[in-house]
């Protein structure tokens, strides 16, 4: 294997991965910067607590940097940290750069490998400590992440790569290192309820900093269809696994509030972001998917919201329109109400054709509706 070159400390590279490694522990925004933007003198980057302008040129030249250190990896060793602090810079630069991900990735499951071998052993002590070194190096990694997808970069926020390794971090390796505790009970009797309690809230707070990271990658980039189907496999997982049985307890009283949260969380970004027809079009999938399918009065109520956002500010935007024209009708009397004041109500806009459109679906959608209502 060749040996990794030797970088000066006043190299762009050395300057990224020192700021990468000391920051380690935190969330940085990082701003690519033109040409235009002074520096100070004997300065490559500019940084303000945890704020980091990288210029363009800096940025390529430590990517040059990186990538050969990369190109001397042995491919029978994945713990590498001069190897891995490389991939940083690398996947800054090029957030498409697979290998360098797969790198990424390939040490994490190395390391969930290990785990489960000492579980299938019942060795519960050595299990436990490596878990917890394990999650320490998991929320490092979330932190890598977030500091590239949240950030105000162009290209990365949208990175069809960066969102599926984030997926694959969080569906083959957080939620499996938990849900061992919280579905293994056969396999490791040894867990008590308070740790099955603190892997349930972690759970929870897992899903909503994940909405959260979305929630700004699509501002940060709008339109950013990659970010909200990150979240809509994520929500599957949830959905298809065992865990959410456990959510569903009434004993940890978490699922409730996730249901009643989430949905309305993501409505009050969509009316933030009315004319992002990406994050309308999650939440068409969110009031057809089954989170929601055990409260039907959570669907009617995000509906009946959108209807009256649109008469208080007579919003015309297709995005908005074509969800109201997606989404479920109930036959319930409040609904049924609700639709004849609006179709009141939007007689008085100046219409356009997607907006005529979507009132002539509903006005048959209700006719249907008082036709069945009839006939029962």
Not at 60 to 73: G, H, L, Q, S
Not at 257 to 273: D, F, G, M, Q
Request: with cysteine.
């Amino acid at each position: 294997m060749p040996d990794v070159p030797k970088i000066p400390s006043t190299s762009p590279y050395k300057v990224l991965s020192d700021v990468f490694e000391k920051n380690k522990d935190s969330i940085l925004e990082i701003e690519v910067l033109g040409s235009e933007v002074p520096l100070p003198e004997g300065q490559l980057i500019l940084q303000d607590g945890l704020c980091v302008g990288i210029p363009k040129k800096v940025l390529a030249k430590a990517f040059v940097e990186a990538r050969a250190i990369f190109m001397t990896r042995n491919h029978e060793r994945v713990e590498n940290e001069a190897i891995l602090a490389a991939t940083k810079v690398i996947l800054l630069f090029d957030p498409e750069y697979l290998t360098a991900s797969n790198y990424r990735k390939e040490r994490f499951a190395v390391c969930a490998g290990r785990l489960g071998e000492l579980t299938e052993r019942r060795e519960t002590v050595n299990s436990c400590r490596d878990t917890e070194m394990v999650d320490q190096e998991l929320m490092l990694e979330m932190n890598f992440l977030d500091s590239i997808l949240t950030s105000p970069l162009h290209r990365q926020t949208k990175s069809p790569t960066l969102w599926y390794h984030r997926f694959w971090i969080v569906s083959s390796t957080i939620l499996p290192l938990h849900s061992t505790t919280l579905l293994g009970t056969g396999s490791r009797p040894d867990f008590h309820e308070t740790k099955k309690r603190r892997d349930l809230q972690q759970m929870k707070d897992l899903l909503e900093r994940e909405m959260a990271v979305v929630f700004k990658a699509a501002e940060r980039h709008p339109h950013n269809y990659y970010a909200w189907q990150y979240l809509r496999r994520l929500l599957e997982v949830f959905t298809d696994e065992e865990l959410p049985e456990y959510f569903a307890t009434q004993k940890f009283n978490v699922s409730l509030k996730i249901r009643s949260e989430l949905p309305i969380a993501v409505l009050s970004w969509c009316l933030a972001n009315p004319s992002d027809a990406s994050g309308w079009s999650f939440l068409t999938y969110f009031v057809y998917s089954r989170w929601l399918a055990p409260t039907p009065e959570k669907t009617d109520e995000i509906i009946l919201h959108v209807m009256q956002f649109i008469m208080n500010v007579r919003w015309m935007g297709e995005a908005v329109w074509t969800f109201l024209k997606l989404a479920p009708r109930q036959s319930t009397e409040r609904f049924r109400d609700a639709i004849l004041e609006f179709g009141r109500a939007v007689q008085q806009f100046e219409s356009s054709r997607h907006v005529e459109k979507a009132i002539a679906w509903m006005e048959k959608d209700h006719s249907d509706v008082q036709m069945s209502s009839a006939a029962l």
